[in-house]
């Protein structure tokens, strides 16, 4: 058969499946909405794990491509739990200042930052706002997060050395404390100490951080690293320290120096292991890999489900166009038509109906991406992978599910077919 012939017989499927699509609206409909859904989905998966990625990675930029960290306890979601007794990581010390020190001052090391988290309550008059994360840095932070700070300052080396009783708080902290009011130079109430505001920072949105609530949305403040420590109760053990390398130092050699250091201080011998953690910003993507890839399968089956409703309305609705349209196939063979020109004609039907669903799948994915773009901060975009696999998806269950139909058309015998009433 010519391919001119192919391509017309394949226009002629297409206006059957829309004759099919106006005589059964509703077997149609169910058929169409199955395909959309699983279409959806894939869509919707795709360019959402594909933002969140994007943004994740924006966010391990800020900290530079060489950093890496350094942690009492590994991460990942195979690492034991923490209160789990038979955990070794359990027992393991927290980094400390000395430690941090060291590092620091270390030839194969820019910077060395040091980071603890807390939470408490921020009080200013007879406001009160409860539950405020903060992260209490070494003054060094502002270069490995990226945040305007306007009106005020950081503070200063002296202030974080000193343990001096002040803090930088984000717009959100501000609005809810001050208002329209300057903050700069107010007293403010940690945990019953009072505390001076120095600046007000903006951070920059990023999945990472709105992940672990340092978004731009949440409350938050920062305050110097030793005033933390010395002053408010926060978990010391839960120290880490964000480490950049010398520009020309490779990450592996500084690593490997840092690792040398806190074995040879913490008097580690040769044969154990390292009762802390270094984790490079490729394992830190690794991990959030394993996470979003689990989330994306769980979406690929849901899809499936759909796909697979959509499939059984093609079968139906295929079955039921057969039926009707026995002694029109039983013409057609009495002219000279083959069982492959038939075969071909319902497979391309069923094909068009599925692709439909497909078609709107992909439009209604593509809204709610650009709906989650345009309203958060997770930067989603349909990836062409995303669209290719739906469009082959759906064409397979029409053409898998379409087959059965396709191939009983093909086989009925002319006379017999003609006979149909």
């Given amino acids: 058969m010519r391919f001119i012939d192919r391509v017309l017989m394949a226009f002629e499927g297409i206006g059957m499946a829309i004759d099919a699509i106006r005589t059964n609206k509703v077997r149609a409909g169910l058929t169409i909405a199955g395909v959309a859904i699983g279409?959806?989905?894939?869509?919707?998966?795709?360019?959402?794990?594909?933002?969140?990625?994007?943004?994740?990675?924006?966010?391990?930029?800020?900290?530079?491509?060489?950093?890496?960290?350094?942690?009492?306890?590994?991460?990942?979601?195979?690492?034991?739990?923490?209160?789990?007794?038979?955990?070794?990581?359990?027992?393991n010390p927290g980094i400390t200042l000395e430690e941090?020190?060291?590092i620091r001052g270390m030839p194969e090391v820019e910077t060395a930052?040091?980071?603890?988290?807390?939470?408490?309550?921020?009080d200013y008059r007879d406001r009160h706002?409860?539950?405020?994360?903060?992260?209490?840095?070494?003054?060094?932070?502002?270069?490995?997060?990226?945040?305007?700070?306007?009106?005020?300052?950081?503070?200063?080396?002296?202030?974080h050395d000193a343990a001096a009783p002040v803090v930088v708080i984000n717009d959100t902290l501000k609005n809810r404390l001050f208002g329209d009011s300057d903050p700069i130079g107010k007293q403010i109430a940690l945990e019953g100490k009072q505390f001076t505001v120095i600046g007000v920072f903006h951070t920059k949105a990023g999945f990472l951080k709105s992940m672990d609530g340092r978004g731009p949305d949440k409350p938050r403040a920062i305050l110097?690293?030793?005033?933390?420590?010395?002053?408010?109760?926060?978990w010391r053990r839960g120290m880490l320290l964000m480490v950049k390398p010398?520009?020309?130092?490779?990450?592996?050699?500084?690593?490997?120096?840092?690792?040398?250091?806190?074995?040879?201080?913490?008097?580690l011998k040769p044969g154990q292991p390292n009762n802390f953690a270094l984790v490079a910003q490729?394992?830190?993507?690794?991990?959030?890999?394993?996470?979003?890839?689990?989330?994306?399968?769980?979406?690929?089956?849901?899809?499936?489900?759909?796909?697979?409703?959509?499939?059984?309305?093609?079968?139906?609705?295929?079955?039921?166009?057969?039926?009707?349209?026995?002694?029109e196939i039983g013409v057609r063979k009495a002219l000279g038509a083959t069982r492959g020109t038939i075969l071909w004609q319902f497979l391309v039907e069923a094909a068009t109906l599925t692709s439909?669903?497909?078609?709107?799948?992909?439009?209604?994915?593509?809204?709610?991406?650009?709906?989650?773009?345009?309203?958060?901060?997770?930067?989603?975009?349909?990836?062409?992978?995303a669209i290719v696999t739906a469009i082959a998806a759906s064409i397979a269950t029409g053409v898998l599910f379409g087959m059965l139909p396709a191939l009983r058309a093909s086989r009925l015998d002319p006379v017999e077919a003609l006979r149909y009433e």
């Fill in 39 to 91: 279409v959806f989905v894939v869509v919707a998966m795709g360019a959402t794990v594909n933002g969140i990625q994007r943004s994740f990675q924006a966010d391990l930029d800020e900290f530079g491509a060489t950093s890496f960290q350094v942690r009492r306890r590994g991460i990942g979601i195979n690492s034991c739990d923490g209160s789990d007794e038979s955990c070794p990581d359990r027992r």
């Fill in 100 to 102: 941090w020190r060291a």
């Fill in 113 to 122: 930052t040091a980071w603890l988290s807390g939470q408490t309550s921020f």
């Fill in 129 to 159: 706002v409860t539950n405020v994360g903060y992260d209490a840095q070494s003054p060094d932070w502002i270069k490995t997060d990226v945040a305007d700070i306007s009106p005020g300052r950081s503070f200063s080396v002296a202030e």
């Fill in 224 to 234: 110097p690293m030793m005033t933390a420590y010395r002053h408010l109760d926060v």
């Fill in 246 to 267: 010398r520009v020309g130092v490779d990450p592996v050699v500084a690593q490997d120096a840092v690792t040398e250091l806190l074995r040879a201080r913490r008097g």
């Fill in 282 to 327: 490729d394992r830190m993507l690794e991990t959030f890999d394993q996470l979003f890839g689990a989330i994306f399968m769980v979406g690929l089956a849901l899809s499936a489900v759909g796909l697979l409703v959509g499939g059984v309305g093609v079968v139906a609705i295929m079955m039921i166009s057969v039926t009707e349209r026995t002694r």
């Fill in 356 to 385: 439909i669903g497909a078609g709107l799948g992909l439009l209604i994915g593509s809204g709610l991406a650009w709906a989650v773009r345009t309203y958060t901060p997770v930067p989603t975009a349909v990836p062409p992978s």
